[in-house]
């Protein structure tokens, strides 16, 4: 935890300000620059940022360690998730159209986005345990 | 000099090399860090100046941020001072030598920057740009759009649909390296704790 007020005090009006641009370069990926890879280092460096200023007790209660573990199996579940949903419906792994298939255009940006939502959540989970664990939490 | 991006280039490249270096000289290992991290932002900004945007996004999020923040975590174990020895490890330059000269004599094959007729632009490159695969015809009376029916940025639609597989199983990769570090660096529970002390008192 920090003691500069400043630091505390900048650091706490950023936080989510970091939050809001993770988000919207995980959903501009499909039209911009961008997408889960990144989105999920920016919202994991913003929670980092957060245990850094406020202490690790903190963050671990706006974000417990089961909810972080969830995320992170729940990322990988969703992509997989997309492509078996266009097995069911018989069609190829991962075959976007399938949930929409009289408007196939926004049905592939939207498989896009959920697929990259995932990419998003287990990224952001992956490395806010990494640095947890590496700094030694309790729980 | 009369290429103002080429200017840039220079500029950018001999700033990281000076960056590169001072990070391996300094004992200090917070400013080594620091160095890299500096390194990798430098590295960013070129990627942007190559109008490889999304590679610049990576480099700055994951090179500069996240594994920045990583090795100062594991510099919070280990100290920040780097042990006495000696500066020169004559293997280690002579690798570094070798690689170093393979990659640049490896460049000599390479088409000019930004080349039309490189074979990267001339085969693959159009049909990703065109995007016909997995394209459906809207028909006549579907809905406008300048994107040939696919997301306009052709990076997203390469990796989350062309090599969708491969980016499903990078995912896969990063979640494997999660449930890995938890494995490893997990606190013991309270049965295992008792048998490794049991164990250790009995040796």
Request: glycine letters at 10%.
């Amino acid at each position: 935890m920090s003691d500069s007020v400043v630091l505390r005090t900048i650091g706490g009006m950023l936080f989510p300000y970091i939050l809001v641009y993770g988000l919207y370069v995980q959903m501009h990926g499909e039209i911009g620059p961008g997408g889960g890879f990144q989105a999920g280092v920016l919202v994991a460096a913003a929670f980092i940022l957060h245990a850094l200023l406020f202490g690790k007790e903190l963050t671990d209660r706006l974000l417990p360690t089961w909810l972080v573990d969830l995320a992170m199996s729940l990322g990988v579940l969703l992509y997989i998730g997309v492509g078996i949903l266009g097995l069911v419906k018989g069609r190829y792994f991962l075959d976007y159209s399938v949930l929409d298939p009289t408007h196939p255009a926004p049905a592939e940006a939207l498989g896009m986005t959920l697929v990259e939502a995932g990419v998003g959540l287990t990224v952001a989970s992956v490395i806010l345990t990494m640095v947890r664990k590496v700094n030694g939490e309790s729980s | 000099m009369s290429d103002p991006v080429l200017l840039i280039n220079v500029i950018l490249l001999v700033i990281a090399v000076v960056a590169a270096i001072a990070a391996m000289w300094t004992r200090d290992l917070l400013g080594a860090v620091m160095l890299m991290g500096i390194y990798s932002l430098l590295l960013a900004v070129e990627w942007a100046n190559l109008f490889a945007m999304d590679v610049s996004y990576t480099e700055a999020a994951v090179g500069a941020g996240a594994a920045t923040i990583l090795l100062l975590t594991a510099l919070t174990r280990t100290g920040t001072r780097e042990k006495a020895g000696p500066n020169f490890h004559p293997t280690a330059l002579l690798t570094v030598i070798v690689t170093g000269a393979l990659l640049i004599y490896g460049t000599a094959d390479m088409p000019r920057f930004g080349d039309p007729q490189a074979p990267a632009t001339v085969n693959v490159a159009p049909e990703y740009i065109a995007q016909n695969v997995g394209k459906v015809d809207a028909g006549e009376d579907g809905p406008e759009n300048d994107f040939g029916d696919h997301v306009p940025n052709a990076v997203t639609a390469v990796l989350a649909s062309y090599r969708g597989y491969d980016t499903m199983f990078e995912t896969a990769v990063i979640f494997t390296a999660g449930v890995c570090v938890i494995l490893i660096l997990r606190p013991l529970s309270p049965s295992a704790r008792r048998e490794t002390a049991q164990s250790q008192e009995g040796a």
